[in-house]
């Protein structure tokens, strides 16, 4: 089984290799074999690690060499597969298969096929690693991977100023995040002498030093997830993201990047539990996060942008988990989120696909009839993410308010405040572009159809997962099992024992919590069906700017400006003002002084070379009698 783990990464890695050492020889369907096929394998590979887990109930350390080694410094090169980790692995390859799938026929036509498949290869490696690691260090080159490979595949058009800004954009700020996180990280080997996840959570249980040092790793780590999972202040670079190809979007969003910071928290979560001031940062950073962009995405009319800002919204409930203590709950948010998100973005890149490179939804409409597989997989996934039972989103998001009604009525309160906010953006989205009558031009709607098999069927897969995703964990007050729960025990156990948080609640009170949450976003659901399909109305910018409180909202808050004029305005000035006055007129004038000064002297000093006999001579004698005055005195 070790030998199995190790090739997880493997194959994709290999895949990488194979497509982008060969990528102007190799042809479309080579191509395609290779970089869909290294996906699968790592899929099959994993469900035999995760059967193995199951069955076994032990984790499976595998330690390939000492990748650094000096006197008492080691830090192996070594992986863990346990059952958050098996999670995981489901998740990465199984999804990130689809996606390949699904591209094959989106990317048909590109001229970077070949370039985009390695790319997608080199995603899932760098994500794969970053779970498998059973060290933070691990974590972190998988971590910088994933941010490499999301530059990458954001500027994939480089030919696009606009494009490259934004992967630059994500690249930054992820940056400033990872500054953090390699903080928290030297703090960690500073309290523990290790970064080993087992010598470290071992010691950190027994740990009797100063409970700041712990809070504080925990703090700059999840600065580092703030940055990776794109919450308050660093979610700025993931809207701008949607630069790339859509299935990179899907990949980002669904089963690598964003979902590192929420893995990494729940990784470290005896940590957390050891500082229960972090999780109310990490609680409070969650909530407003999830208000905050659900509440830009009631006025964005870009159909990658509104998915986007869910993103960063649901991403918000997954921290809201964790830091009430619903650690089971937030895994799987993060599960029932990569099923009807990658669906999401998929049917988003067939609704751009058939109306040739529009996203403006408010220039659609009436494709109901045109792209009758887009709509209804569409559809499954909107009711999912609104979480309307019994799809897979009703049962993770409710696991989720549930523990924050037990941690605290506030942040259950606008819990569900963002869940109406969330049915009302995903259905406004949806009757804009599949309901009323084509708003779009005559050539538009003559190349309307699903066009491609290979989208279609990952399509209809990530449909049925987002649909029936959520029988993994069944509440107990509907007669079901949490399978999810107790497969994770072994993993979260600890923590919730430190916590000793009461996640549970009496049936009666979780009926009334539930019936409120799916109520209050069917009235959502049904204002936005009266507003956008029977009334017909369709947003415009003129309508925004009726008043200050909707051109705010619609404008973003204005953070983007914000950020413009208070850092990288200030910062292009500051940088300026070295290079023009202490660079070019202070370093260079000095330097450029200096050579003059030596050429100058040079050439003065060149006119004693006469090459006359009885001068060189006459030298030597002033010389000797120089010496001979210095020795005397």
Not at 376 to 405: C, N, R, V
Not at 503 to 527: C, D, H, R, W
Request: proline residues 3%.
């Amino acid at each position: 089984m070790n030998y199995i783990v190790a090739l997880i990464p493997l194959f994709p890695l290999i895949g990488f290799l194979a497509i982008g050492l060969n990528y102007n020889r190799l042809p479309k369907n080579i191509t395609s074999f290779i970089g869909t096929g290294s996906i699968f394998l790592s899929f099959v590979l994993s469900i035999l690690v995760f059967v193995n887990i199951l069955q076994t109930q032990q984790p499976i350390t595998v330690q390939l060499y000492d990748w650094i080694a000096a006197e008492n410094f080691t830090i192996p090169f070594a992986f863990l597969a346990d059952q958050l980790t098996a999670v995981m692995l489901l998740v990465v390859t199984g999804v990130g298969f689809l996606i390949h799938v699904y591209s094959i026929g989106y990317m048909r036509d590109d001229e970077g096929y070949n370039r985009f498949f390695a790319y997608m290869n080199l995603f899932v490696f760098s994500m794969l690693l970053l779970v498998l690691g059973s060290n933070y260090v691990i974590l972190f080159i998988g971590w910088e991977g994933v941010g490499l490979c999301s530059y990458l595949l954001i500027g994939f058009w480089f030919k696009n100023t606009e494009y490259n800004n934004a992967a630059k954009k994500a690249f930054i700020m992820n940056r400033i995040g990872d500054f953090g996180f390699l903080l928290g990280m030297f703090l960690i080997y500073e309290t523990f002498g290790s970064f080993n996840y087992a010598i470290v959570f071992s010691k950190a249980a027994v740990f009797e030093g100063c409970p700041c040092a712990i809070f504080w790793i925990t703090m700059l780590l999840f600065v580092g997830a703030i940055g990776k999972s794109a919450q308050i202040p660093l979610y700025t670079w993931l809207p701008d993201a949607m630069a790339g190809p859509t299935p990179v979007s899907a990949l980002i969003h669904a089963a690598t990047m964003v979902t590192a910071g929420v893995y990494m928290v729940a990784r470290s979560g005896i940590l957390y539990a050891l500082a229960p001031e972090s999780l109310v940062v990490v609680a409070s950073v969650g909530i407003v996060t999830a208000l905050f962009a659900a509440s830009i995405a009631l006025y964005q009319n870009d159909i990658k942008k509104i998915l986007a800002y869910s993103t960063i919204s649901q991403l918000g409930y997954m921290f809201v988990g964790l830091g009430v203590g619903a650690f089971t709950g937030a895994i799987f948010h993060l599960i029932t989120h990569a099923f009807f998100k990658a669906l999401l973005f998929l049917g988003a890149g067939s609704v751009i696909h058939a109306m040739q490179g529009e996203q403006d939804i408010t220039k659609m409409g009436g494709l109901k009839k045109n792209l009758p597989k887009t709509y209804y997989t569409f559809l499954i996934a909107s009711l999912a993410i609104a979480g309307i039972p019994p799809l897979s989103g009703f049962f993770s998001k409710d696991e989720i308010l549930l523990g924050a009604f037990n941690y605290n009525i506030l942040f259950w309160i606008l819990g569900v405040v963002g869940a109406v906010l969330t049915s009302f953006y995903m259905f406004r989205l949806l009757f804009l572009t599949f309901f009323t009558s084509f708003r779009g031009s005559d050539k538009q709607k003559e190349h309307l159809g699903e066009h491609s098999k290979t989208m279609n069927i990952s399509l209809i897969l990530l449909a049925i997962l987002s649909a029936l995703g959520g029988f993994i964990g069944i509440p107990e007050i509907f007669g079901g099992k949490h399978y999810l729960s107790e497969f994770l025990n072994p993993v979260f156990a600890p923590v919730h024992k430190i916590l000793l948080l009461n996640q549970n609640a009496s049936p009666m009170k979780e009926y009334i919590l539930i019936g409120i949450t799916v109520f209050a976003s069917a009235v959502a659901i049904y204002l936005a069906y009266y507003k956008f399909s029977i009334k017909g109305i369709v947003p415009s910018e003129a309508n925004a700017k009726t008043n200050i409180v909707t051109q705010t909202v619609a404008r973003k808050y204005y953070i983007d400006e914000i950020y413009d004029k208070g850092v990288v305005k200030p910062i292009l000035w500051f940088s300026q003002f070295l290079h023009k006055v202490i660079e070019l007129k202070g370093i260079d004038k000095l330097v450029n002084k200096i050579g003059s000064l030596v050429i100058d002297s040079g050439n003065k000093l060149r006119l004693i070379q006469t090459g006359t006999t009885g001068f060189y001579l006459l030298a030597i004698v002033i010389g000797i009698i120089a010496m001979l005055l210095i020795n005397l005195f």
